[in-house]
C-alpha cells in the first residue's frame, strides 16, 4: 500500500509541476480528444439525452427556434465537458491506483493541458447560457454542484449520501436546462420523468459506478459504501434504489400520466436485472454499471420514440 500511495504522490506532483518542459505534449486537435475521453464520451452523450428529453417533454411554445436549443445544446456540453473533466483531474489518485486508462492517469494527457481546456471550456459554457438567462440559471448551479462533487470544501464524492445528492442536481439541472433553451414552461410530464430518472442516477449510478473502485477510493480516503460495508452491500442499497425508483415512475406513469410508461419498462428490467445480479452475481464486476447506464439510454430512447409518435 505504501508503494502505491508513493507512486501516486510522485506521479500527481509531477503533473502539477507547472515549472519545467513537458516530456510530451500532444497538439491542439490530440489535446482536445484525449479531454474529450477524459470526459467519458459515453456520460456525455447521456447527459445530451436528458437535455433532449427535457426540451421533449416541456411545453413548447409556438415560438420556440431550433438556433437557440442547439446553441443551448452546444453550452450545456460544454457545461457537462468541464464537470467530468475537472472530475477526471482531481480523481487522479483514485484513477492511477485502480489501474485506470483514462488519458490523464495514463499520462497521455498533461495535466495542464486539461486544466486548460477546462477553462476555455467553461467559459463557453457561461457565454453561450448568458446569451439566454434562464439556461444561465441552470448552468451555474450545475457547474457549482460539479466543484462540489470532486473538490473541497465538500468533496462530495468521498460519500455515497452525499454522491447521490450531488448527482440528483447534476441530472434535475439537465432535464430543467433542455426545458429552458426552448423557452418552455416545465410540464407535469417532465417533472415526474426528470424526478424519476434523476433519483435513478442518484441512488443506482452513484453507487454501481464505485464497485470496481474500492482499492484506489480506500487509499484516496473515500468512504463509499463500497469501501465502508463491501461491494454485496452497496449492490444491495443500489437494487432496492432501483426497484424503488422504478415503481415510482410505473405509479406516477398509472396515476398521472399513461405517456411516461414506456420509459418505465427500461427501468422495471434494470432493476430486475439488479435484483438477480444480487442473488447471483455476474462474472464481470462492471455489469451493474452497465445495466444502469443502459436502463436509463433505453428510458430516453422510449421517451424520444413516445413523443415523435404523439406528436
Not at 472530475?87 to 487522479?92: A, E, K, R, S, T
Not at 467553461?122 to 434562464?134: D, N, V
Amino acid at each position: 500500500m505504501d508503494g502505491v500511495r508513493g507512486h501516486i504522490l510522485n506521479y500527481v506532483s509531477e503533473s502539477f509541476s507547472l515549472i519545467g518542459p513537458s516530456v510530451h505534449r500532444p497538439g491542439l486537435f490530440r489535446t482536445l480528444w484525449l479531454c474529450l475521453r477524459e470526459s467519458r464520451p459515453v456520460v456525455q452523450m447521456i447527459f445530451l439525452g436528458r437535455f433532449t428529453a427535457g426540451a421533449l417533454l416541456a411545453r413548447l411554445p409556438g415560438g420556440a427556434h431550433a438556433a437557440g436549443v442547439a446553441a443551448g445544446a452546444v453550452a450545456w456540453f460544454a457545461a457537462v465537458f468541464v464537470v467530468y473533466l475537472f472530475n477526471g483531474l482531481q480523481d487522479l489518485p483514485e484513477d492511477i491506483a485502480n489501474g485506470s486508462t483514462r488519458p490523464l492517469a495514463h499520462g497521455d494527457l498533461p495535466v495542464q493541458s486539461a486544466w486548460l481546456v477546462a477553462g476555455g471550456a467553461g467559459a463557453l459554457a457561461l457565454g453561450l447560457s448568458a446569451l439566454h438567462p434562464r439556461l444561465l440559471c441552470w448552468t451555474v448551479p450545475m457547474l457549482a454542484l460539479g466543484w462540489a462533487y470532486s473538490a473541497g470544501p465538500f468533496w462530495a464524492k468521498r460519500r455515497s449520501w452525499s454522491a447521490a445528492l450531488t448527482t440528483f442536481g447534476l441530472g434535475a439541472c439537465t432535464y430543467g436546462a433542455g426545458a429552458a433553451a426552448t423557452g418552455a414552461e416545465p410540464s407535469r410530464r417532465l417533472f415526474l420523468f426528470a424526478v424519476a430518472l434523476s433519483l435513478w442516477i442518484a441512488l443506482v449510478g452513484s453507487v454501481t459506478k464505485d464497485l470496481t473502485d474500492t482499492r484506489g477510493d480506500a487509499v484516496a480516503g473515500r468512504r463509499t459504501l463500497a469501501v465502508t460495508k463491501g461491494r454485496r452491500a452497496a449492490l444491495a442499497v443500489a437494487a432496492g434504489g432501483a426497484v424503488g425508483t422504478a415503481c415510482f415512475l410505473v405509479a406516477t406513469a398509472v396515476m398521472a400520466d399513461r405517456s411516461l410508461l414506456a420509459p418505465a419498462v427500461p427501468l422495471v428490467v434494470g432493476a430486475g436485472t439488479l435484483v438477480t445480479l444480487l442473488i447471483r452475481p455476474a462474472a464481470q464486476p462492471r455489469t451493474p454499471y452497465r445495466t444502469f447506464m443502459l436502463s436509463q439510454y433505453a428510458a430516453h430512447a422510449a421517451v424520444l420514440v413516445t413523443v415523435v409518435l404523439i406528436r
